[in-house]
């Protein structure tokens, strides 16, 4: 048999191989994008204020074209799902990571002692914008100071400066409806550029400065609330009231470019103070022990990325089309070529809170404070959620945080 007839054939066995397993059976569309609650809810919210936005220009993005296919998009069939409050949106800020970790340990605080309480979202990030400024100091202009940060910021912060009831420190004036942190985080980053330029390495003035900032555009947190008729500091608050101990939880992360079975640093620029917290494992275990730790019931915060054509805020679910990879390839290295070119990035972090089996796979229900999860009917249980499939989580999900003796058998650590 001569080369070119081998090569035929093996041409022939490829096409019919990829055909048999229905590759590119996805389709694409492009899909103009139109105003949604970004831009109709909290977008007005900074028009009664500001009394002027510019109109935002027509555009259109490359994504699937999931209509027609049977979604599990619709929150009755989450039959296994954790008690959590209602969704929250996160306004016009990047403090994604605050939300989703907030609601995740709220939910914590209803697991371990039954309370049901709403924390504040702003205490927290009020104080990491202190410590960003403060290393940011302390590193000579060196540390990334912007608005983004991880999970396992809120049981360091909290750890340090203990945390209030929502009630207690809402980080609105004004008589605002959303959070915008842009006019904030510009004047902040603004400062701190001119210290660098001056070398005006006063690490005291420059905390006092950006408190005022903050004072000014969220208002002063409390150094003490009020709590069943006496006054007690955030700090006791969290101890007796909340009773979380922040030591008692750690992030799975899984990506090849580190040794696995080890903690290893998240090398992405939300992790400004390159923490090395996080245990790294293999995909197939960290999915292993997602599954677990959902079906013990446990919820995890979660974070990758969500700027993908199969990421589809029309029907609030997120898949993997088969146009980018077929399923059966998502691997290790799949998910760290991604990492690594830059097309999976670290965007978003929100709260796991179910999950449902569907054809033999899992989708997760994904508690959101993201504008995206909020363009349908306001009035529809769904808004405020996405649906996941468990393709996208392990290509796409980089990292949750869970509580340790969920992994205790993984990590070799809890709290008993």
């Given at each position: 048999m001569n080369n070119k007839l081998l090569q035929y054939l093996s041409f022939a066995l490829i096409f019919v191989f990829f055909a048999a397993n229905g590759q590119n059976k996805d389709k694409?569309?492009?899909?103009?994008?139109?105003?949604?609650?970004?831009?109709?809810?909290?977008?007005?919210?900074?028009?009664?204020?500001?009394?002027?936005?510019?109109?935002?220009?027509?555009?259109?993005?490359?994504?699937?074209?999931?209509?027609?296919?049977s979604l599990p998009n619709k929150l009755e069939l989450y039959k296994t799902k954790q008690w959590h409050n209602p969704p929250l949106s996160q306004g016009n800020t990047g403090t994604c990571w605050c939300f989703s970790t907030t609601s995740f340990l709220e939910t914590e605080a209803y697991r371990i002692n039954k309370i049901k309480v709403k924390l504040s979202e702003m205490y927290?990030?009020?104080?990491?914008?202190?410590?960003?400024?403060?290393?940011?100091?302390?590193?000579?202009?060196?540390s990334v100071f912007d608005e983004g940060s991880e999970a396992n910021a809120l049981p360091r912060i909290w750890k340090k400066y203990g945390i209030v009831p929502a009630s207690a420190y809402t980080g609105l004036l004004e008589g605002r409806k959303y959070h915008n942190h842009e006019a904030m985080v510009k004047e902040m980053k603004t400062y701190l550029e001119s210290l660098k330029t001056n070398a005006a390495w006063?690490?005291?003035?420059?905390?006092?400065?950006?408190?005022?900032?903050?004072?000014?555009?969220?208002?002063?947190?409390?150094?003490?609330?009020?709590?069943?008729?006496?006054?007690?500091?955030?700090?006791?608050?969290?101890?007796?009231?909340?009773?979380?101990?922040?030591?008692?939880?750690?992030?799975?992360?899984?990506?090849?470019?580190?040794?696995?079975?080890?903690?290893?640093?998240?090398?992405?620029?939300?992790?400004?103070?390159?923490?090395?917290?996080?245990?790294?494992v293999p995909l197939d275990v960290y999915m292993e022990t997602l599954k677990?730790?959902?079906?013990?019931?446990?919820?995890?915060?979660?974070?990758?990325?969500?700027?993908?054509?199969?990421f589809d805020p029309q029907t609030q679910c997120a898949v993997v089309p088969d146009f980018d990879i077929p399923a059966?390839?998502?691997?290790?290295?799949?998910?760290?070529?991604?990492?690594?070119?830059?097309?999976?990035?670290?965007?978003?972090?929100?709260?796991?809170?179910g999950y449902l089996e569907k054809d033999g796979k899992d989708w997760y229900l994904i508690k959101d404070s993201s504008s995206g999860s909020r363009n349908n009917d306001p009035d529809a249980p769904e808004f405020g959620y996405y649906f996941f499939s468990e393709d996208y989580v392990r290509l796409k999900m980089m990292a949750f945080m869970v509580h340790k003796d969920a992994v205790k058998d993984l990590t070799g650590t809890s709290t008993k």
């Open positions: 694409a569309i492009f899909r103009l994008v139109t105003p949604g609650f970004y831009q109709n809810s909290i977008l007005k919210d900074d028009r009664e204020v500001k009394e002027r936005v510019a109109p935002a220009k027509e555009r259109k993005i490359f994504v699937a074209d999931l209509t027609g296919l927290t990030v009020y104080w990491e914008y202190v410590e960003k400024a403060r290393r940011y100091v302390k590193e000579r202009g060196n006063d690490e005291n003035n420059a905390i006092q400065t950006i408190k005022a900032i903050l004072n000014h555009y969220l208002g002063e947190p409390p150094s003490e609330i009020m709590v069943n008729g006496r006054k007690i500091t955030p700090i006791q608050y969290l101890k007796e009231i909340i009773q979380i101990n922040p030591d008692d939880y750690v992030d799975i992360l899984s990506y090849r470019q580190e040794p696995f079975y080890q903690y290893v640093e998240y090398k992405v620029p939300d992790n400004w103070w390159h923490s090395s917290d996080y245990y790294n677990k730790v959902i079906r013990n019931g446990y919820t995890v915060s979660i974070g990758g990325d969500v700027s993908e054509p199969g059966a390839y998502i691997n290790d290295d799949a998910r760290q070529f991604r990492f690594s070119n830059s097309t999976t990035t670290d965007d978003h972090g929100m709260h796991l809170v």
